[in-house]
């Protein structure tokens, strides 16, 4: 088990789930995964997508200027 | 069936296993609208295992505009594509397709429908891509929301079939929404899904959607479709038709089109446009790229920023800042102090007089 960083900084819906989706796949089960993002809209996508797919997200974190979330990781997700 | 040998192994059956079969596998489009999530919960409520996909082109309007701009805080900051396939109960796989999209916007075989909006060629493109998601993740059939009737250029009976075939789809393609409608395809032909409960609803009245999501349970959804791409937009086309002219190249990078879709856009000169904040939000996006463009902003009074697009020299500059106070709080005074940072070079202030509005001729809006 591992810990990983994503940069998705500046980037708008969809992209940090769609950042943090393709990261995913190629993490095992029991990674964690933190992700930063200036777009406010990541920290209901990403917990949403979270919930689709089985992975757990074990903090949130907002601040003015951005927002961090770490989830951990379940089962492989499909090839996009 | 399971086998009783393999490898020269005996293996036992277990009678449950004998009576239980696999469901049928069908990739639904996710757009985010009302017509693909009744789909897609019409195809789970036959027992077939759906997943959602959705395709991110840049054209998006929801999910970019929400987050930019201030004054939409009354609206959820959600993605409407990830939460109506929550509501359905399926996951959803979105998926980058910029830089594939480009040639369907450039050079749409079908041509553009009011605007720049390649409607049939795009279907078709979605479709291709999600049979090629479909092939590679074993699932057996597609299906969309679309209705007979409901868009002028790719929802017209003649023109499914073209997206069926185009697509490379053919008889694996389902729109629940209408099928009765349509001949029969593939998994109604074997059983996978039973005809009798697939619909036939037709044209632009919306009335039968909205009384099937009601029958649902789904009091909140998005728009209808069709509103959800910028490229049926009259304004952002004439802001993209500029950008090919005048780059005298008909492409685009994602910061181009993004950046079409924020601010007033203005162009006084052929060789330059000025795009400036309407409010904080958009302020707040614009600066992020201040360090890729020329900007302007004002120093002695409140005022938006706005980036210069082309190549400048001092008279356009002048113009440009003459342009800018005049959306800034100092629009009505004598003067108005400007900093401009040119790309690359020094930053310097100016002091200029707010063009008075009938100097702004409309012909410069974008």
Known sequence: MSHHELDARRLLCPLPVIRTQNRAKDLKPGDTLEITCTDPGALYDIPAWCRMFGHEVINTLQTREEVRITLRVSAPCAKP | ?366
Not at chain 2, 135 to 149: A, H
Not at chain 2, 182 to 209: I, Y
Request: charged share 25%.
């Open chain 2, 1 to 366: 069936m399971p086998r009783a040998a393999e490898s020269g192994k005996l293996h036992f059956y277990d009678p449950a296993q004998l009576f239980m079969t696999e469901p049928r596998k069908a990739v639904a489009l996710i757009s985010g609208g009302l017509d693909s999530m009744l789909a897609a919960r019409l195809m789970r409520d036959q027992g077939i295992h759906v997943e959602g996909i959705n395709f991110f082109t840049g054209f998006c309007v929801e999910g970019h505009t929400h987050a930019i701009r201030s004054s939409k805080q009354d609206k959820p900051k959600r993605n409407n594509a990830l939460w109506s396939a929550e509501q359905v109960g399926i996951k959803l796989h979105i998926v980058d397709v910029i830089d594939e999209y480009k040639d369907v916007v450039i050079n749409p075989k079908h041509g553009y429908g009011a605007h720049l909006n390649p409607c049939l060629d795009c279907k078709g493109f979605m479709v291709r891509k999600a049979r090629e998601w479909m092939e590679r993740n074993g699932f057996d059939f597609i299906v969309t929301g679309e209705v007979i009737g409901q868009r002028p250029m790719s929802q017209r009976r003649d023109t499914m079939p073209v997206v069926a075939r185009e697509s490379g789809a053919f008889d694996r393609l389902l729109r629940p929404l209408c099928a009765k409608l349509l001949p029969e395809t593939l998994p109604e032909r074997e059983g996978w899904v039973d005809r009798a409960k697939l619909l036939d609803f037709s044209g632009r009245n919306r009335k039968p959607q909205i009384a099937l999501a009601a029958s649902f349970g789904f009091t909140e959804f998005a728009q209808p479709a069709g509103g959800c791409c910028f490229l049926t937009d009259a304004n952002y086309t004439v802001r993209l038709n500029d950008l090919w002219t005048n780059r005298r190249t008909k492409n685009y990078e994602l910061d181009d089109i993004l950046l079409l879709k924020i601010g007033r856009h203005l162009r006084p000169r052929p060789n330059f446009k000025l795009i400036v904040g309407r409010e904080e939000g958009e302020n707040n996006f614009l600066n992020g790229y201040r360090r890729d463009f020329t900007h302007l902003f004002a120093v002695s009074h409140t005022g938006p920023l706005a980036l210069v697009d082309g190549i400048v020299n001092d008279a356009d500059l002048d113009l440009a800042a003459r342009l800018l106070a005049r959306f800034s709080q100092g629009r009505s005074a004598d003067k108005v102090t400007v900093e401009i940072h040119p790309h690359g070079g020094a930053a310097r202030a100016i002091d200029v007089v707010p063009l008075h509005p009938d100097e702004i001729p409309e012909s410069w809006y974008l």
